[in-house]
């Protein structure tokens, strides 16, 4: 996900640029611009990662921030990359994850979506 805050200036700036365009469109006898909130439904991803004992510490620990069909989309990779994967979520993103979970979290992601 891309955090809002970071698009707030692009999203500032596209605004300050369409209000004169709103007002010369009035000028020229057209219709001024209007904007309509739209609401959208998401999908909750109550699904959990398979595999009962084997997913526990996924389960556990990685549902907080990713849903599991989000994670199992991903493409395969090799167990050193969903390694580095795993610590980039603790260390950059501070995810809270236990470190006694990290080995299980690695070799469920290498099982089920490991390359060779």
């Known amino acids: 996900m891309f955090p809002i805050t970071k698009c707030l200036p692009v999203l500032l700036v596209a605004g300050a640029a369409i209000v004169p365009l709103a007002g010369r469109a009035q000028q020229a006898g057209q219709a001024p611009i209007t ?3 739209v609401t959208i439904d998401l999908p909750t991803g109550e699904r959990m990662f398979p595999g ?3 997913a526990e ?3 556990n620990n990685c549902l907080a921030c990713h849903s599991a069909g989000m994670v199992l989309n991903q493409p395969a990779m090799p167990k050193a990359a969903w390694e580095t994967e795993v ?3 603790i260390n ?3 995810a809270p994850v ?4 990290v080995p299980a979290i ?3 992601l290498a099982s089920t979506k490991g390359s060779k």
């Open 35 to 37: 904007f309509k909130s």
């Open 52 to 54: 009962e004992a084997q």
């Open 57 to 59: 510490a996924i389960n």
């Open 87 to 89: 610590h980039k979520m």
């Open 92 to 94: 950059v993103y501070k």
């Open 98 to 101: 236990a470190a006694e979970d």
């Open 106 to 108: 690695v070799a469920y």
